[in-house]
């Protein structure tokens, strides 16, 4: 089965993550799309994330009625910080049937070359990648890379996690089910 994996902290997850995943999955060669929850991304600060479980839920809460999008917490049991290349190793061991490519947003592209182990990436796993604001898509002879056309929306999960913090409306930015969900919890008030 082709598989796209979305690494990400999904902190929280927000209806830009689902326009990407529903694009990609959209791609006559992919059959399944899985987020694969970060527990600690080795590039980001860990004071504001929310717990795994907690974003493991919400995003099950998002996705609950689409049978072409998947969450996967494999990371939650492997060494922290999480590296993607580690992980895809694991992954190609649990699952050999399975032929994994890779999603990253156009910004993460340009510096996959400080990732760890940047060339076994580029060598083993066909990259999907969507551009995002700011970030142009370049050529890269190197990697065998699809290009999503998927709707720009400049949300990220820090300008959500900032209007939950100033009390201000979130609908339509989430799920509902997920809007509802993180106001009954009081996540991100604080």
Known sequence: MQIALF????NP?????????????????????W??????????Q???????RQRYNLLQMAIEH?????????EFGLPKPSYTVDTLAYMGEKYPQHQFHLVMGSDNLTHLHK???????KANYPI???PRPAHPVEEHPDIQLTVVEAPLLNISSTFIRQRIKAEKNINFYLPE?????????GFYKK
């Open 7 to 10: 690494f990400g902290s999904f």
């Open 13 to 33: 997850v927000h209806v830009g993550h689902l326009i990407i995943a529903q694009s990609i999955v959209d791609l006559p060669n992919i059959e399944q799309l």
């Open 35 to 44: 987020f694969v929850v970060s527990p600690q991304n080795p590039f980001k």
């Open 46 to 52: 860990k004071k504001s994330l929310l717990a795994e």
């Open 66 to 74: 689409n049978d072409q999008l998947k969450v996967t917490d494999i």
């Open 115 to 121: 990732w760890k182990n940047a060339d076994i990436l």
């Open 128 to 130: 999907i990648v969507y």
């Open 177 to 185: 089910s997920v809007a509802q969900y993180v106001d009954e919890m």
